[in-house]
Each structure stands twice: as C-alpha cells, then as structure tokens.
C-alpha cells in the first residue's frame, strides 16, 4: 500500500516533465564538435533538426546544359551585348537560361526583357542584371581571401528569388528617447538585422556600410583609462556578432576563443576568413548596390528609402560555407569568374528603353574599393591551425 505515494509523486513528476519536452518544447538534439585544444572550451554545437533542414534547402541547382565555348561571339551577334561579349552565342545562351533559373523562374525572359525587342534596356531589372553580372565578377576575381576558389554565381544570393532573401536596409523602428535611455538610444527594440536581440538596431549601416571602428576590447587586465570604448560601442560590435553568428548558423567559438575575444593568435583562422567578409561586404554594398539607387523603384527600397543592401545571411543563409562548400563556377567560368568590361553607366540618367553604356573602365584603384585589403597583422590564423585538430 505505501507503494502508492512514491509512485504517485514518480507520475507527476513524468508528466511535469513529459510536459516540457512535448511536441511544442522540444529539447534539440544537438551534435556537439570540438574544435580546439581540450579544457579551452572550444566547442561547436548544431541542432540536428535545423540543419537537416538547411541540408535540404542548400542544393546546387544543375546547369542547363554543357556549353560549347567554340563559335561566333555574343558580342558580334547581338546589338547591345556590353559585359559578355567575349562568350560563345552557347555560352551566352546558356548564361541567359541559368539567370532565368536562377532570379526569375517564374516570369521567364521578360522579366528583364522587352518581349518585342531583347536588346533595349526597357526594363530595369535588365540594368541592374549587368551591373550584377559586373560584381559577381568582382567578388570572384577580388576577394578570392574570402570566397577562395569556391566563389559565387547569381544563385549564392538568390536562390530563385528576384530579391534574396535575407537583405537588409535601414531599421525605423522607433528608437527609445535618448533622454530616456541615455546611451542605450536604438536599443530594447528588436534588431531584425543584430541576431532579433534587444542590441543597436542599425549596427549593419555602421559596419557593413560606414567603416566603424570595431575593435572595443581592453588590453590590460585593469582600466587604465586608454580605452576610450565603452558599453556603447561593445554593444554596437556584439550586435554585428550576433548578426554574423546568425548568419553563419556558428557560435561565437567558430571564430574567437571566448577567454580573450580580441586576441587573433588564440582565434581559429575562420576569424581571419570572417575580417576579409566584413571588408568583402562593405564593398559590395558601397561599389555596386547603393550605386543603383537611381534605377529601383521605391518598392524595392526599404521604409527609410534605402535600397536593400548585402549582409552575411545574404550569401550564406544560415550555413557557414554557402551551399555547404559546393561550388557552381565550374559551369560559368567563362561569364563569371573573371572581370571583362569595368565601366559604370550614369545610372542618375536612366531611361527605360535607352540603352544605358557603360563608360570606359576607371584607373585601376581611382574609383574601386573593391579589392581586398591586408589583414590586420597578427590576423594570419595560421598559427591555430593546430587548435582547430583538436586533442
Ligand atoms: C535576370 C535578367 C535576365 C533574364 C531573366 C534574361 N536575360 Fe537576356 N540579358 C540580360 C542582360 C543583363 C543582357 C545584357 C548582357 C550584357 O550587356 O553583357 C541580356 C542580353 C540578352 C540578349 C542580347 C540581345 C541583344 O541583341 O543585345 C539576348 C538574345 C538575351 N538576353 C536572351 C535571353 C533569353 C532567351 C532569356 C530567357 C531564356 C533571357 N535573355 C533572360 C538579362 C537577362
Ligand atoms: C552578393 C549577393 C548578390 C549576388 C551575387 C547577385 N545579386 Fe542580384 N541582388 C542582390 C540584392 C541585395 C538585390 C536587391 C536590391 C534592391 O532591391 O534594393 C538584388 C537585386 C537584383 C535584381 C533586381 C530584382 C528586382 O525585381 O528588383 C536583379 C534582376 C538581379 N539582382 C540579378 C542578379 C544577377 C543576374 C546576378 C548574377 C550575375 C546577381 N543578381 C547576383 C544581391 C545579389
Ligand atoms: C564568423 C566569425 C565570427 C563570429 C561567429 C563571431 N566573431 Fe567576433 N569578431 C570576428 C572578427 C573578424 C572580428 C574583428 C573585426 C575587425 O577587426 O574588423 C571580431 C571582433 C570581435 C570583438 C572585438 C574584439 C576587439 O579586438 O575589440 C568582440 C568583443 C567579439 N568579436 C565578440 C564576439 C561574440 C560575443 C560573438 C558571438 C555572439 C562573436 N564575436 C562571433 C569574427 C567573428
Ligand atoms: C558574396 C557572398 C558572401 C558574403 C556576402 C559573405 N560570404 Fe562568407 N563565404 C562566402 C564563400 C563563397 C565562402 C567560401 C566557402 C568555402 O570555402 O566553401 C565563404 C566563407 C566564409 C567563412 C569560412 C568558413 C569556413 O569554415 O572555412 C567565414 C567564417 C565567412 N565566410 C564569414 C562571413 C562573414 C562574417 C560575412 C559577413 C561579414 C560573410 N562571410 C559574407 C561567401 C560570402
């Protein structure tokens, strides 16, 4: 008989807990990977259910066909051919149906094409498409630092989608009266570009496209007085390490040993990879996309009137190698991997129907900053190679 109470108390305390791990409470099974010498914390954990679904959602899409690069050139064929002129009449047209797969399944040709007339530049999504093509080469002959021999196509970023989907442009959200909240002002809203934490909302304009200072760590043990950062700025960078850890799906031990954040012979070398993509970033944005702020319609600039800018999550979506690594150039070298015509159009003076010409190309780095700058010295990663085995 006084069996019953224990085993009374052993079912509630199972439903309490069956309670919490039921179907809306799921306790993640998370697989747990060291990363770094033991006892240094130096450990990457992944939800096995989310990432089975961002396996299934990074798949490279096949070629339409093998093209054959030998023939007469685009640019002899058609009329208003001004980047990709050098391709085979295959090569373009295989080009062609790849962009369409890859920005506008959907809508086909037209949706960058006046039906009647496939050489005007009618249609702005056409304009904008040459300039696209123009960075994609960029990124692949510039920042090879960063994307490696991997490099990125169209679908990198759009994944079937005219727009990516994970842009960002500037946050309106009301901002706490700064008399009320002193220096915390743009904070306790949610940052839908810091990670969806209560952290600076706009932290992506000051780092992704100003040049804002993000180094806020102290290095001496006690305050001296040197560092003139203070909470403020600290929440500024940790807002836009909250939006690349997202971003990348990692945790803050991907590129930092958490014991000494600012210390580059203690990060593993993805850290060195992630500098190059602050700068890779920032260039993109400042060179190629706000450029074409004349050519959008307002339907395609954020509430505050900005265009929609390249953050981390653009390319990566939530993996820390896009695509898982899986590189789709080896089909369009041709068209992608390498710059062919620099020039930039006056995109102030656009006109549908006008064909817009793109000027002569600048001086080598007179008007571009789209080429890497050296790391910061000590931020060569090599040194942790080691670390990263594991032991
Ligand atoms: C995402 C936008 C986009 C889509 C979709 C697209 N094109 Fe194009 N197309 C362009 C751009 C940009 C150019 C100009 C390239 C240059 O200047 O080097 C171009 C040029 C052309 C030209 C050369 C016209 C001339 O005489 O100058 C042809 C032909 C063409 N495209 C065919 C097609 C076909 C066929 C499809 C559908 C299978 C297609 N395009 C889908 C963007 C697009
Ligand atoms: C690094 C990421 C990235 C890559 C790579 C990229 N794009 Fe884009 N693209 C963007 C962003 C961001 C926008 C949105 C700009 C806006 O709407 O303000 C955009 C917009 C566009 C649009 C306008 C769509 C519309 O309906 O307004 C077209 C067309 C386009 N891209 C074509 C291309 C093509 C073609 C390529 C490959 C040659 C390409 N893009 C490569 C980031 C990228
Ligand atoms: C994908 C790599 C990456 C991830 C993930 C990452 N960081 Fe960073 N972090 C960097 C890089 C690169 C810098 C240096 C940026 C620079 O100097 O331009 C940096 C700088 C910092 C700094 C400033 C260091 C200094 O010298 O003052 C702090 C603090 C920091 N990170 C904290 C974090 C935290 C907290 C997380 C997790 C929420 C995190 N980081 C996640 C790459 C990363
Ligand atoms: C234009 C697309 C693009 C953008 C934007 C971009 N990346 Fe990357 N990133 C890549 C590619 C491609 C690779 C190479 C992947 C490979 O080696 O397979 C890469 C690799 C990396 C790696 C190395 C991963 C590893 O395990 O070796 C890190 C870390 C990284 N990116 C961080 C960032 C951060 C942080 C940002 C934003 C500040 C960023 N990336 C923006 C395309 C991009």
């Not at 600290?234 to 909250?242: A, V």
């Amino acid at each position: 008989m006084n069996l019953w109470l224990p085993m009374a108390a052993g079912a509630g305390a199972l439903l309490a807990v069956a309670s919490f791990v039921g179907t809306d409470w799921d306790l993640p099974p998370v697989d747990t990977e060291q990363i770094g010498y033991r006892g240094t914390g130096m450990y990457n954990s992944r939800d096995r259910e989310t990432e089975a679904a961002l396996q299934a959602a990074n798949v490279v899409p096949p070629a339409p066909w093998e093209a054959d690069p030998e023939g007469d050139r685009a640019g002899d064929i058609y009329e208003n051919v001004q980047v990709l002129g050098h391709l085979s009449d295959d090569q373009f047209n295989q080009f062609m149906a790849a962009i369409t797969e890859w920005i506008a399944p959907e809508e086909g040709c037209t949706y960058c094409h006046n039906a009647e007339n496939f050489a005007t530049d009618d249609v702005y999504q056409k304009v904008v498409s040459r300039r696209m093509i123009q960075m994609t080469q960029a990124i692949n002959e510039d920042w090879t630092p960063h994307v490696q021999q991997v490099g990125v196509t169209c679908y990198t970023c759009h994944r079937g989608q005219a727009i990516p989907a994970n842009v960002w442009s500037r946050d309106t959200s009301p901002e706490p009266q700064p008399g009320m909240a002193g220096y915390r002002a743009g904070q306790n809203v949610v940052a839908k570009f810091g990670g969806n934490s209560s952290l600076p909302q706009n932290a992506l304009e000051d780092y992704l496209l100003n040049d804002t200072n993000i180094r806020v760590h102290s290095t001496t043990a006690l305050p001296t007085g040197t560092n003139p950062n203070g909470t403020k700025e600290t929440e500024n960078t940790w807002s836009l390490m909250m939006h690349m850890s997202e971003s990348l799906g990692a945790n803050c031990t991907t590129c930092h040993n958490s014991r000494a954040f600012n210390d580059w012979d203690q990060s593993p070398p993805q850290r060195v990879t992630a500098w190059h993509g602050i700068r890779m970033s920032r260039a993109i944005n400042n060179d190629y996309i706000v450029g074409l702020t004349p050519v959008f319609p307002d339907s395609r600039k954020g509430p505050a009137g900005d265009v929609y800018k390249v953050s981390c999550a653009t390319c990566h979506n939530g993996v820390q190698k896009p695509l898982y690594g899986v590189s789709m150039i080896e089909d369009y070298v041709d068209a992608l991997s390498k710059k062919t015509q620099t020039g930039v159009p006056d995109y102030g003076t656009y006109v549908p129907g006008e064909t817009l010409t793109l000027e002569p190309a600048p001086e080598p780095g007179t008007t571009s900053s789209l080429a890497p700058a050296l790391a910061p010295a000590g931020a060569t990663g090599e040194r942790n190679v080691a670390a990263v085995v594991g032991q």
